[in-house]
Nanobody
């Protein structure tokens, strides 16, 4: 079955950086669009960043544009999220998600990893 396993979360001071990873299995990774979503306490889940199957196209939420970078390594079945200049409002559980190129929505989700940014 499909598994998405996130790692790399933790506690960091405002202005610092963290790098998240998501290892995928059980799917044809090179044909899959990948995304990172986040859910802050008391709020709904929101899109943070996405990358197409071969990594040529990326998209970002306005709130993270210029600070976060999504990338992927199809040889390692892994997608990454480099987060720089972190702010307290970036505190959330970060989820990795996957969907086929033709799908309208993400259907596979990881268990999430906590990112906490202290002021």
């Amino acid at each position: 079955q499909v598994q998405l396993v996130e790692s790399g979360g933790g506690l960091v001071q405002a202005g610092g950086s963290l790098a998240l990873s998501c290892a995928a299995s059980g799917l044809t990774f090179s044909s899959t669009t990948m995304g990172w979503f986040r859910q802050a306490p008391g709020k709904g889940r929101e899109f943070a960043a996405g990358i197409n199957s071969y990594g040529g196209t990326t998209s970002y939420a306005d709130s993270v544009k210029g600070r976060f970078t999504i990338s992927r390594d199809n040889a390692k079945n892994t997608v990454y999220l480099q987060m720089n200049s972190l702010k307290p409002e970036d505190t959330a559980v970060y989820y990795c998600a996957a969907k086929s190129r033709a799908a309208l929505s993400y259907v596979y989700w990881g268990q999430g990893t906590q990112v906490t940014v202290s002021s």
